[in-house]
């Protein structure tokens, strides 16, 4: 739980620090602040279902390129879920009609 809480205060620092570097307005910095939490969450979730699943089926990557971190499908699983949802919402909300 530490991880999450830490991955939610960094990342919501970071989004906050960059939207203010490129001058975002207050809805802007709101807006980026609660997308890169959601899609932290979105990341957790698809981390842990990707999990669910290959347990379901009895299969686990468990490479020794990465020792102790169960392979190199166990560092993108989050990114599998997170990249297009963050990519979606960032074509949608900033470059959508009236995006600024």
Same mark, same amino acid.
């Given at each position: 739980?530490?991880?999450?809480?830490?991955?939610?205060?960094?990342?919501?620092?970071?989004?906050?620090?960059?939207?203010?570097?490129?001058?975002?307005?207050?809805?802007?910095?709101?807006?980026?602040?609660?997308?890169?939490?959601?899609?932290?969450?979105?990341?957790?979730?698809? *981390?842990?279902?990707?999990?669910?699943?290959?347990?379901?089926?009895?299969?686990?990557?468990?490479?020794?390129?990465?020792?102790?971190?169960?392979?190199?499908? *166990?560092?993108? *699983?989050?990114?599998?879920?997170?990249?297009?949802?963050?990519?979606?919402?960032?074509?949608?909300?900033?470059?959508?009609?009236?995006?600024?």
């Amino acid at each position: 739980w530490e991880g999450l809480w830490g991955g939610l205060l960094l990342v919501a620092l970071l989004a906050l620090l960059f939207a203010l570097w490129r001058g975002a307005d207050a809805v802007g910095v709101l807006t980026l602040v609660l997308l890169a939490m959601f899609t932290v969450m979105v990341s957790v979730l698809g *981390d842990l279902f990707e999990s669910v699943l290959k347990r379901s089926r009895g299969v686990k990557d468990s490479g020794a390129l990465l020792p102790g971190h169960g392979g190199i499908l *166990d560092r993108i *699983d989050s990114l599998v879920a997170a990249a297009p949802v963050f990519t979606l919402a960032v074509l949608t909300l900033f470059n959508g009609p009236g995006a600024a």
